[in-house]
C-alpha cells in the first residue's frame, strides 16, 4: 500500500524567499513521485515527477525537488519565490503500475507575503 | 501532454436535478479517469473509464450516482445525479501520460443549492 503525508497545510513565505513544501511517502515498491499546482479556479498543473532517474527534479517555474529514500521524503523547493506561486500544492505518489493508483496528499496552501 | 477540455466550467443547480460534464481530449485515450475535489480537500477518484466497457467504480462510488459515458477514445461524460448540496464540488476529467503521470483538465464547478 502507499500513502503521501504533506506536512503543513498553509505556508507563507516572504516573496523572494525560499519555498519549502513537504512531503514524506510511504511505498512498498520504488515509488513513482509527482507535485502538481492547483492555481485558484483552475485544474491541476503537473509540476514535476521522479520515476526513479535523477533523485534531483528539476519542474517547471523554477521549482524543483529531491527524492530521498533514506528519509522517504520528496520536498518541493523553489529558491525565490513569487507573487505568482501563491497557489495550492499537491504531492502525489503512484507504484507506476496505473494511472489509477495515484495517490494524493492533502494539499498544502502556498501564500506569498508581499 | 494532452489538452483536456471540460463543459461547463461552473454550474449552480437546484437539489434533485442532475447535470451532465464533458470531458474532450485532443489526442485518443484508453482510460479517463474522473475525479471530486470538495471544498478544501484533495482529490478523490470517482472511476475510470474505458471505451467500450463499463467504467470502474471506486469504493464509494455508484454507477446509479455516477453514470459515465465513454463513447469514443477522445470523449467522456460523467453525470452527477439527484444532486444534494453534499455534491458540490469540483468535478476533473484526466488521462495519464507516459509514466503514469495525471494530466487534467480545469474542472468542472459544481455548486447545489
Known amino acids: 500500500a502507499q500513502s503521501v503525508t504533506q506536512l503543513g497545510s498553509h505556508v507563507s513565505v516572504s516573496e523572494g524567499a525560499l519555498v519549502l513544501l513537504r512531503c514524506n511517502y510511504s511505498s512498498s515498491v520504488p515509488p513513482y513521485l509527482f507535485w502538481y499546482v492547483q492555481y485558484p479556479n483552475q485544474g491541476l498543473q503537473l509540476l514535476l515527477k521522479?520515476?526513479?532517474?535523477?533523485?534531483l527534479v528539476k519542474g517547471i517555474n523554477g521549482f524543483e525537488a529531491e527524492f530521498k529514500k533514506s528519509e522517504t521524503s520528496f520536498h518541493l523547493t523553489k529558491p525565490s519565490a513569487h507573487m505568482r506561486d501563491a497557489a495550492e500544492y499537491f504531492c502525489a505518489v503512484s507504484d507506476g503500475s496505473s494511472a489509477s493508483k495515484i495517490i494524493f496528499g492533502s494539499g498544502t496552501r502556498l501564500s506569498i507575503r508581499p | 501532454s494532452a489538452v483536456i477540455s471540460q463543459k461547463p466550467s461552473r454550474d449552480i443547480c437546484q437539489r434533485g436535478t442532475s447535470l451532465t460534464i464533458q470531458c474532450q481530449v485532443d489526442s485518443q485515450v484508453t482510460m479517463m479517469f474522473w475525479y471530486r475535489q470538495q471544498p478544501g480537500q484533495s482529490l478523490t477518484l470517482i472511476a475510470t473509464?474505458?471505451?467500450?466497457?463499463?467504467?470502474?467504480?471506486e469504493s464509494g462510488f455508484v454507477i446509479d450516482k455516477f453514470p459515465i459515458s465513454r463513447p469514443n477514445l477522445t470523449f467522456s461524460t460523467l453525470t452527477v445525479s439527484n444532486m444534494s448540496p453534499e455534491d458540490s464540488s469540483i468535478y476533473l476529467c484526466?488521462?495519464?501520460?507516459?509514466?503514469?503521470?495525471?494530466?487534467f483538465g480545469e474542472g468542472s464547478r459544481l455548486t447545489v443549492l
Open positions: 473509464a474505458n471505451q467500450g466497457s463499463e467504467a470502474t467504480y
Open positions: 521522479y520515476t526513479s532517474a535523477a533523485t
Open positions: 484526466s488521462v495519464a501520460g507516459v509514466v503514469g503521470e495525471l494530466f
